[in-house]
């Protein structure tokens, strides 16, 4: 597939509210900058970061639907929350759709949220970019932008113990995903 970053942001911009679009643009953005600085391919970082949140502002009936029906997809997605679902969702439409087959683009789009074990460099890039996209405000964000300036691995690692002290903290449950992505890198 040979699609410009244009080419992808038109693709998914009528799937997304204004602010998502947004947030997708700055994402993108970010994820080149990241992309360069680490060494990842800058183009497949730029593809994967325009599609990330494609299936963001989805129905949830139809998310759910895709998770129950396509056998590639963890059914325990569905215990946790729906947040988590439009990752791995939202890789298999573009699958589909359009005929994404870039296994890297593909797990970075699925991993984008809750990471995982043996994250590849574009799968830090993609995530971190979206944790650390320049309208992120929440607690820690400025320590972990600080960190990817120069180390990839400790800035994921602060961002994923981030995430899971906030959602313990807030009584939530955590994907293992995010534990098995958290404990490889540590």
């Known amino acids: 597939m ?9 693709y ?12 997708t643009v700055r994402v993108v953005d970010q994820a080149v900058v990241l992309a360069e ?4 391919d800058t183009e497949k970082a730029e593809l994967s970061a325009a599609f990330h949140d494609y299936a963001k502002c989805m129905p949830l009936n139809l998310l759910k639907r895709w998770i129950e029906k396509d056998r590639r997809l963890p059914k325990d997605l569905l215990d946790y929350h729906h947040e988590l679902w439009h990752g791995p ?3 298999l439409m573009l699958e589909q759709e359009i005929g994404l087959e870039d296994a ?3 797990s970075a789009i699925s991993s984008h949220t809750t990471g995982k074990k043996h994250m590849s460099i574009l799968d830090k890039v993609v995530f971190l970019a979206d944790y650390i996209e320049p309208c992120r405000d929440f607690l820690g964000v400025e320590e972990v932008r600080a960190l990817a ?3 990839l691995d400790h800035a994921c690692t602060l961002a994923l113990k981030n995430t899971i002290v906030f959602l313990v903290g807030k009584g939530r449950t955590v994907y293992p995903d995010t534990f ?3 404990n490889d890198l540590i």
Do not use: S
Not at 12 to 23: F, G, I, Q, S
Not at 37 to 40: N, P, T
């Open 12 to 23: 998914v911009r009528p799937a997304l509210k204004t602010p998502r679009y947004e947030h």
């Open 104 to 106: 890297d683009i593909l």
């Open 37 to 40: 600085r680490f060494g990842a």
């Open 180 to 182: 098995h992505a958290y």
């Open 89 to 91: 969702v939202g890789a």
């Open 2 to 10: 040979n699609m410009t970053r244009e080419q992808a942001l038109d």
């Open 149 to 151: 300036e120069t180390d």
